[in-house]
């Protein structure tokens, strides 16, 4: 079973389109973080979120809690914003699920 | 800038060596973990631990034991390698922190191929 489900597994996009990815999960969580994943490994943590909405830059994320959803927002896409997508939810204690990905490639 | 380093970035070994994965963090988390991710099947937790010689399995901890002497290291073994845990390893660390809140932070991964 997969506590954590993304969609879509795989995205291409021109640039400069509006991308969204997203994540449904079916465990209580204490915070729902999305990560990015470059070529090569290294994963760095973009947004940690248990309410509402935040934005950094071109990307947005929201979470609705009763829905137990959230969705990354990738605005004016970029080339460089080709990477794995990656959503985590934290539960109780020290557990993390992880979902499977989402591979984003954005075309110049 | 906080860091999380795991120590080979690319290792070759052959079955039936004893291979050491070492990671360190500078954030003074409690917490720390290794991952292996394959294509397809994401991340997957071999093993935790919440403090200086606690450890807790996780999901896959077959062929693997670990090792937390000190807070800020977290080592990862393979007793005897075997071709099926040829895999990307990332060690990751969370909070709290007083830093870095409940964040987690992972290494830049470990490529091992076992032949």
């Known amino acids: 079973k997969n506590e954590v489900e993304q969609s879509p597994q795989n995205l291409t996009a021109q640039e400069g389109e509006f991308i969204t990815i997203n994540c449904s999960y079916s465990?209580?969580?204490?915070?729902l973080h999305w990560l990015q994943q470059h070529p090569g490994g290294g994963i760095v943590s973009l947004f940690m979120?248990?309410?509402g909405k935040k934005k950094h830059g071109r990307l947005i994320a929201t979470i609705n809690i009763q829905e137990k959803h959230s969705s990354l927002h990738i605005t004016a896409s970029h080339p460089r914003d080709s990477a794995v997508y990656i959503c985590?939810?934290?539960?109780?204690?020290?557990?993390?699920?992880f979902g499977t990905g989402t591979s984003l490639t954005v075309i110049p | 800038d906080v860091k999380v380093t795991q120590s080979s970035r690319y290792l070759v070994k052959r079955t039936g060596e004893k291979v050491f994965l070492e990671c360190v963090q500078d954030?003074?988390?409690?917490?720390m973990f290794w991952y292996r991710q394959d294509p397809g099947l994401g991340l997957r937790l071999i093993y935790f631990?919440?403090?200086?010689?606690?450890?807790e399995k996780g999901d896959i901890p077959e062929g693997y034991s670990v090792s937390r002497e000190k807070k800020e290291r977290f080592s990862l073994i393979l007793e005897s390698a075997s071709t099926n845990q040829t895999s990307m390893y990332l060690c990751?660390?969370?909070?709290?922190?007083?830093?870095?809140?409940?964040?987690?932070?992972f290494g830049e991964g470990s490529w091992l191929t076992v032949v």
């Open positions: 990751a660390s969370s909070g709290p922190g007083r830093r870095t809140g409940n964040t987690i932070y």
């Open positions: 465990v209580g969580i204490s915070a």
């Open positions: 979120l248990s309410s």
């Open positions: 985590a939810v934290r539960v109780t204690g020290n557990q993390f699920y």
């Open positions: 954030m003074d988390h409690e917490n």
């Open positions: 631990s919440y403090d200086v010689k606690m450890k």
